[in-house]
């Protein structure tokens, strides 16, 4: 087992990455199968740490719109008036733009070679106090790396270059590309035009340019976001900066009024305003060999930039759809790998996991165009997800330990298979927090403010604590079957109607306002009258004539703690409107220890009257108690059957 040692930005894939004097440059060219085995680690360089912008910025809750109290960047071009074009170049406005009404289109004809495009006279711009542009740029056809260069120029025709930076990345067809160039100095106090130029003859080619800024920390590589830590993975992609008005997105190429994230997750706020810059990744990087059974090879992102002996970050990169039209990190169908500390910003798919026994620990991605798709045994902890195009992960027969998916273009996890979902807070996605279309366990659940339901269920799911708010349609919409327990639930209308539930866990101490549902056409509800005594709600049942004495309708409550050998009491209020109809409460035989039989009382009273059950039990040892209610039907015609308040004593 050994360590080797790789940065993205300074490394060089000849070295032997043993030292890091001699790290590496790619998982791809550097990490070969030759030079790892199971059992190594390879430790990558950390991305800089968030940094101050020295201003406050207003991040309203559900809004794309987050408001600096003063701009940091400059405007160099809004790309809303037509440049300047050379012969066989056609300029018009666009809408297909990132910023404003419009982005600059400008057509290139066969008969263009190369040389100067076009340009824009901006008036004197003095960019002293920035170190860096960024823009965003797109071509109609596949264009080679090199190809075009971005000029600033200190005449008013874009014809003397003071700045020139080559755009040194392939494009795709139609696909924006966020790009910034780091001057490495303070950029010129007397800029008077912009322009592009063509190096190699770009074809027949239309090019969009748009919000093209001269920035220093704020730009369109870069995240943002309220906290100054360096492990703090809540941070969201960046469309267009304009002045004080910064627009967040939801993936490299959505376009200005097709954008459908939600915004901010959390409550409105004023603070101070963080960025933290990104890695640009020119390739793909694919791993190359397979760890082995408890001996995992490791990818260990979050690395000091100094001489990585202590991991204190994490390695944030900025991949990019032109160039990496599949995954950025790329698994390549290995098994047993671990990737640790490592996020991806833009790009289409962040990581592949569609093989076995993969492990992703305290890893994250941001705008991407696709989800992070999970199968084979996978197992993700503390995974952060935030305004993808798409589910923020789907999961199949995989484990997902403190996941946090907000405002992404759909769900924000998806489960199929076999999962496990423990610790999730799931928060103003643009569909469900939770959907579960195969069998999934799920542990406490958090789920606000998603455009439709919290959870929606299709498959089977056993859920132990949900707590919701805020959902737009519905906490829990389920047509499969679920069993629920311990639920914290605020919504108007919690439950979607006429769902088949197979069986309910309620908790007496849960709180459920206004829930509904139903099994077998039961419909059961948490109602305001009639109650009993002090209460404030009961629940109440409404059986059908498909329920009998023998097949009643079961609402199991949460299980109680019991100590040996002293009596145990539960006692319950129950009404009902019909003699149709009878209430019963079960404490459950086999489940207490010294308890072989069901213990059963049912309702005599006459309707509309309140009649107090009992039944009692004395474990042999310390255990649980299950108590269910049940009722059932005893006519053609029905009734409703109230279930009031409750005591248990032991003594």
Known sequence: MATFYLDFENGNDSNDGTTFANRWKTITSGATAARTAAGDIIRIMKSPDPVSLGVNATFTKQSQTITLASAVTANIDTCEALWTASA??????????????????????????????????????????????????????ATAANTFRIDLCSDTAGATPVHSFTIDTAFATNTYKPITFKNGSALSSSIQSVAITALLDPGTNTILIDNIIACNDLHFNSLIGTSSSATNMIWYPIRSINGTTVIIEQEQNNIQGTNTSRGWHDTTTTTTA??????????????????????????????????????????????????????????????????????????NSPFTAGNTYLKFLNCGHYGTAATFTLSGDSYVANHT????????????????????????????????????????????????????????????????????????????????????????????????????????????????????????RASR?????????????????????????????????????????????????QPFAVGASTLVTFKIWVYRTSINVEGRVRLKGWVTPGVDADVTATITAAINTWQELTVTCTPSAAGVVQIDLESYALGASTGAVYFGDATVTQA
């Open 88 to 141: 066989n170049v056609t300029p018009t406005l666009n809408t297909t733009r990132k910023e404003g009404a419009n982005a600059i289109q400008l057509a290139i004809a066969a008969g263009f070679t190369t040389g100067r495009v076009a340009y824009r006279a901006t008036g004197t711009l003095n960019l002293s106090a920035y170190n860096n542009i960024s823009f965003w740029i797109r071509t109609s056809i």
């Open 509 to 557: 101490y849960s709180t459920f306002v206004g829930y509904q549902f139903a099994n077998n056409n039961v419909v059961v509800d948490d109602v305001p009258t009639p109650v009993h005594g002090t209460a404030t709600r009961s629940y109440r049942h409404q059986p059908t004539t498909n329920t009998f004495s023998e097949y009643p309708f079961v609402q199991p409550l």
């Open 274 to 347: 963080y960025v933290r810059d990104t890695i640009r990744l020119t390739s793909q990087q694919a791993m190359n060999e397979a760890g082995a059974t408890g001996n995992h090879i490791i990818y260990s992102g979050g690395w000091d930039r100094t001489n990585m002996s202590t991991q204190n970050g994490v390695t944030f990169v900025a991949s990019d759809r032109n160039v990496m039209t599949a995954q950025t990190i790329h698994t390549n169908s290995l098994t047993r790998l671990t990737i640790e500390k490592m996020a991806v910003l833009w790009g």
């Open 385 to 504: 997800v935030i305004s993808t195009n798409s589910v923020g992960i789907s999961s199949t027969s995989s484990k997902l330990q403190s996941p946090v998916s907000h405002s992404n273009g759909s769900s924000g996890i998806a489960t199929g298979g076999y999962c496990i979902v423990n610790d999730a807070v799931l928060q103003n996605n643009n569909s469900t927090g939770l959907t579960n279309n195969g069998f999934c366990i799920a542990q406490d659940i958090v789920c606000r403010d998603n455009s439709t339901t919290g959870v929606s269920n299709s498959g089977g799911m056993e859920l132990n604590g949900l707590t919701t708010s805020g959902n737009g349609s519905n906490a829990v919409s389920n047509t499969g079957l679920l069993r629920l327990n311990n639920a914290s639930i605020s919504e108007g209308t919690p439950f979607s109607n006429g769902i088949v539930i197979a069986s309910i």
